[in-house]
């Protein structure tokens, strides 16, 4: 995987993910489910981009960025051994939550566009998830 974030604004976020043969199906083509780990990844990827991870302990609080939505449209079917050409683009910072809207394409071609939702929250043992202000060092560094 090849990753870049926009230096500018670090409202987007670019990766490159090979099509393996565990994300296929039967016919070699792309499994639908496999689009939301793909959106997940990239997820993962902007926030290490941003210094961050979507699971981390700042100020003494575990901290983790749990989904609460997510969607996928398809255009087009990927296969076995395509690159994916990933585009994560922040739509909208929230005080407690990001709204990513995701663009994927192989070889010039539009293959499917995904939507998710991350809510930042405490993950404490023993205690209700609960959301929190996604922490400074990440606002500061996404543009709204």
Partial sequence: MRSEA?????REFRT??????VDTDQGGIVHFS?????META?????EALGSSVDQVIAGRRVGWPRVSA?????????FGDTLEIMVRVVRRG???????FEFRAEGREIAQGQMTSVCC???????????PIPEPIASQVSD
């Fill in 6 to 10: 926009d230096e500018r604004t670090m």
């Fill in 16 to 21: 490159r993910r090979k099509i393996e043969f």
């Fill in 34 to 38: 496999r689009f939301f780990v793909f």
């Fill in 43 to 47: 997820e993962h990827q902007f926030l």
């Fill in 71 to 79: 969607a996928c449209s398809y255009k087009s079917p990927a296969r």
């Fill in 95 to 101: 005080r407690t939550s990001m709204s990513y809207a």
């Fill in 122 to 132: 405490e993950l404490e043992p023993g205690r209700p998830i609960r959301p929190i």
